[in-house]
């Protein structure tokens, strides 16, 4: 609907962006030790952890997991806000305003560790559950931003992602064979071997965490836009949480940040799905063990390390969403084969089941790079429409997404399994809940990757695409408002889900 033209929200100027070197992707990628490393860790491991070592039972788990949503809704967006605002204080200005938040978490994310200490009571791991969660907030919703704050172009955006992808493959096979190491070193009925991961992965996170804040920086902003929002009056606190929800709930009508969203969560939840209830799977559907765990689920991950250097170069050269749609096959092949090798018989110990794991983390790979890798471009889109740049508002939006989906997934897996009649610390389980677990992995994964290739269809943007938003927006920030021809204003319409007249502020979202 058309709107009365409103006042132009003044765009920041593109300032002379600094040399990325080989370290500063290093360092940037590093940091997805925390973000993908502790992700891998939560949804192969905490319920299993939870009901076999801590005597809650699955109905529990999915509470803890619930509660901890519930106040992310809350703390997630709130970050992403400050993180736009804060640089008008003296803490921002002095520390970067993305960067304050990356460096006051580091003291604070031992907090990981302590999740993992057996024989505690419900509402010690709800505590220790929600605490994490939001020291992960506050560290990853700025992290998030850098990769804008530090490049304009689509390839060295490109790099940014991959170097992320990498890095949180290497630390999601860390996250798969490390427990079965220690399961071999301290017998597989000990709960001290995921406490000993929880330190260990601790201190991984405070490192990589004073690796970003060391070889990372911020776009540097004109005097002129800090003078004017230093004048600016201060809002009351109920009117910052009515414009900061305002802000974020505003991203979602960009049209391809919607249908980012729709890609992203087909193909992330359906790997929550798999790998909350994979554990399951191997342990009572195939009669394997933890070790067996750990050592599929590290094949999958070194798989998917070579899945993502594949499809770097695949998004790069052609469009992410073909890309998105052959990533989704493969991992939806290998389902399929791992159910019907269940379905003949086979066990757990079947050298067969190396197959499954090739198709599964191939695909796998692909899917958790492309929509990071398109996520670098959506402050572009939103800058046409908005004249503005708001890395953090969709940062806390993909936070909150991501938390919010794998809660969902591990939720999902938990009631159906005490539906089903799970018993916790059984080391057998009735032949309902097994049909159960295979149910879910099956359905509930291939379901969302039918979702993610359907969403995939109609997302165009590309390397050509995104070339032209850039000159778009050039263009209207030099004044103009018609565009440079009609076969530009079709595309940045298609992205922006905005007419061309709409655009640069001239709508309900700006």
Not at 233 to 253: D, H, K
Not at 327 to 347: D, W
Not at 402 to 417: P, Y
Not at 487 to 503: C, I, K, M
Request: hydrophobic share 50%.
């Amino acid at each position: 609907m058309a709107s009365t033209p409103a006042a132009v929200v003044p765009a920041m100027p593109v300032a002379p962006t600094r040399p990325v070197r080989w370290y500063n992707l290093l360092a940037y990628g590093s940091n997805d030790v925390l973000g993908a490393g502790s992700m891998a860790v939560i949804s192969t491991w905490i319920l299993i952890f939870y009901t076999s070592f801590c005597g809650l039972s699955a109905a529990q788990a999915t509470i803890i997991f619930g509660v901890a949503r519930v106040l992310d809704a809350f703390t997630s967006p709130m970050i992403g806000h400050l993180s736009d605002n804060i640089g008008r204080t003296r803490l921002g200005k002095r520390f970067g305003r993305r960067r304050f938040f990356i460096l006051a978490a580091i003291p604070l994310l031992p907090a990981f560790a302590i999740m993992w200490v057996s024989g505690q009571s419900f509402w010690y791991y709800l505590v220790t559950y929600v605490l994490f969660e939001m020291v992960y907030a506050m560290e990853i919703i700025p992290y998030e931003t850098l990769a804008s704050e530090m490049a304009t172009d689509y390839r060295t955006k490109a790099k940014f992602a991959g170097a992320r992808i990498l890095c949180g493959q290497c630390s999601a096979i860390a996250a798969a064979f490390l427990p079965a190491w220690l399961i071999a070193y301290l017998g597989p009925d000990s709960p001290d071997t995921y406490l000993y991961m929880g330190i260990i992965f601790s201190i991984l996170f405070m490192g990589a965490a004073g690796l970003l804040y060391a070889f990372s920086w911020e776009r540097e902003r004109p005097p002129e836009l800090e003078a004017e929002e230093d004048a600016r009056e201060r809002p009351t606190l109920g009117a910052s949480f009515r414009a900061l929800y305002r802000n974020l709930f505003s991203t979602l009508r960009i049209r391809a940040f919607r249908l980012h969203l729709g890609m992203y969560l087909g193909g992330y939840i359906s790997q929550d799905i798999y790998n909350a209830a994979f554990t399951y799977f191997v342990i009572f559907a195939l009669a394997g063990s933890t070790a067996i765990v750990g050592q599929l689920v590290g094949v999958t991950y070194i798989v998917q390390l070579v899945a993502v250097v594949l499809a770097i170069n695949f998004a790069l050269r052609l469009s992410p969403a073909m890309a998105y749609r052959f990533a989704a096959l493969s991992f939806a092949i290998g389902v399929f084969i791992f159910l019907g090798m269940y379905g003949a018989g086979y066990t757990a110990t079947s050298s067969l089941f190396w197959l499954p794991v090739v198709f599964a983390g191939l695909g796998r790979g692909a899917l958790n790079y492309i929509p990071w890798a398109t996520y670098n471009y959506m402050a572009d889109v939103d800058e046409i429409v908005t004249g503005r740049r708001r890395e953090g508002a969709f940062a806390g939006v993909m936070t909150f997404v991501r938390k919010m989906s794998q809660a969902a997934a591990v939720i999902l897996v938990g009631q159906v399994m005490q539906a089903s009649g799970f018993v916790s610390k059984a080391t057998v389980q009735s032949p309902q809940a097994i049909a159960a677990i295979v149910g879910v992995l099956g359905l509930g994964t291939v379901a969302m990757l039918i979702f993610g290739v359907i969403v995939s269809t109609r997302f165009r943007l590309d390397p050509k695409t995104h070339a032209i938003l850039l000159d778009e927006i050039e263009h209207l920030r030099a004044g103009h408002d018609t565009p440079t021809d009609e076969r530009n204003a079709r595309v940045v319409e298609d992205l922006s889900g905005w007419r061309y007249d709409q655009l640069w502020g001239r709508n309900p979202v700006a």
